[in-house]
């Protein structure tokens, strides 16, 4: 694929609290996609945790400690246009079948048993649908601030409203827009999510997301989410844990409540009273909870 950029690496270097090394993944096609493997590769359980807009795997440094403690092994893919995956250009290479055979090759590759699945915003629209296609490969859920974008619903004012944010903003300041949503962050912290984007043409990955939401039953990835919800009324047997960021406006509460009606033999949610759309932000507790119930 021609006109792909790539994060400088030392742009991501030295970011507080992320320590990590990064691995680097060759799809068929040659786009790079970039991951943290943490823990031992040999560990029994696998936590595969899956970002959204407009973050990358730095989402989820406080969560990883937290479960390579407990000798388990953390996969954090940055999506194709975020971190320091490759960035095609061309806004019209993202889609939904796109993000989610890329996911679907890296599992395959690193031959991912006994996953539990962490999810959040895209990471849900798209994760969710993935333990349908092998569920052999996954034994639990933790899901936080997401849902299943089935097209046959409409969507929710909030949502509404920060896609036209986004799409009047082609050269979102994400550095900014963290600060405002997660208040705790340190400005080293919001700075380090703006780092794999130095300029607008490396934000191609992140206009298009909010594009991407089904908004109509034959929408792109609309139907595979009808099947995933399915799944996970009907078929699910592993286990569960929801967690709700109750201060998200665009998927809080009310849009969670729903997708835990859809999981089988999920418990009560884990409300996180202050928690906003970025959950991971207060992630920890949540990890530690999910070490105890998954």
């Known amino acids: 694929m021609s006109d792909v950029l790539r994060t400088p690496a030392e742009l991501l270097v030295g970011l507080p609290d992320f320590p990590y090394t990064p691995r680097r993944h060759t799809r068929t096609d040659g786009l790079v996609v970039q991951y943290i493997d943490a823990g031992p590769r040999d560990a029994t359980k696998t936590w595969l945790c899956l970002h959204g807009q407009p973050t990358w795997s730095y989402l989820y440094r406080r969560m990883i400690p937290v ?14 246009g975020f971190g320091g995956s490759d960035k095609p250009m061309d806004e019209a290479a993202y889609t939904f079948d796109f993000h989610r055979d890329t996911l679907l ?20 629209l798209i994760g969710l649908t993935l333990p349908m296609a092998a569920p052999e490969r996954y034994a639990s859920l933790l899901v936080m601030n997401t849902t299943l974008a089935t097209g046959d619903a409409p969507l929710g004012d909030g949502f509404l409203q ?9 050269d979102m300041d994400v550095a900014k827009l963290m600060q405002r949503a997660c208040p705790h ?10 780092a794999p984007y130095p ?8 206009r298009r997301f909010p594009n991407l939401v089904a908004d109509r039953p034959d929408a792109g990835g609309a139907a595979l989410a009808r099947q995933a919800r399915d799944f996970w009324s ?14 998200d406006p665009v998927l809080g509460p ?15 949610p884990m409300e996180i009273a202050d928690g906003g759309h970025f959950l991971q932000e207060w992630g920890q507790p949540i990890a530690q909870a999910a070490l105890r119930v998954l």
């Open 67 to 80: 479960f390579v403690a407990a000798g388990h092994r953390v996969i954090a893919p940055d999506f194709l």
């Open 199 to 206: 300029d607008a043409s490396h934000k191609a990955g992140v």
């Open 105 to 124: 090759e890296l599992i395959a590759a690193l031959d991912l048993r006994n996953i539990a699945l962490v999810v959040q915003d895209w990471g849900g």
């Open 254 to 268: 009310p849009v969670m409540r729903a997708l835990h009606a859809s999981i089988r033999n999920c418990p009560p």
């Open 162 to 170: 920060w896609r036209a944010f986004s799409n009047r903003s082609p």
């Open 185 to 194: 962050l340190t400005p080293a912290e919001a700075a380090a999510y703006g």
């Open 234 to 247: 009907r078929d699910w047997t592993g286990r569960s844990l929801m967690a709700i960021g109750m201060k």
